[in-house]
């Protein structure tokens, strides 16, 4: 199983963040699918995640801003983070865990990560 993150490496304060994570050797229809990142001088911090079957579960402090969505078709899966900060500049992954676990060591395949920084 393959993941690779997309999207636009420097967003704006206030802005939303949208990423894409495409997986290839491996169905989203099966198994979950997570957002990771990793802060800068921080740990590794789950995101919130999507179920084989579209559930989705989040971290609760994100969760009034994160949403995460997929498109079976092209085998992808997103995420939107509204009204970012400075704070949201990390190293942002997707991922691939065969039972649902918020434990980032719990997931076996993980994309390279995508830098994206915040800043006006």
């Known amino acids: 199983v393959q993941l690779q993150e997309s999207g636009p490496g420097l967003v704006k304060p206030s802005q939303t963040l949208s990423l894409t994570c495409t997986v290839s050797g491996g169905s989203i229809t099966t198994n979950y699918w997570s957002w990771i990142r990793h802060p800068p001088g921080k740990g590794l911090e789950w995101m919130g995640a999507i179920t084989y079957s579209g559930s989705t579960y989040y971290k609760p402090s994100l969760k009034s801003r994160t949403s995460i969505s997929r498109n079976t078709s092209k085998n992808q899966f997103t995420l939107q983070l509204s009204s970012v900060t400075p704070e949201d500049t990390a190293v942002y992954y997707c991922?691939?865990?065969?039972?649902?676990?918020?434990?980032?060591?719990?997931?076996?395949?993980w994309g390279q990560g995508t830098q994206v920084t915040v800043s006006s």
């Open positions: 991922a691939k865990c065969e039972a649902f676990t918020r434990d980032t060591s719990g997931h076996d395949y």
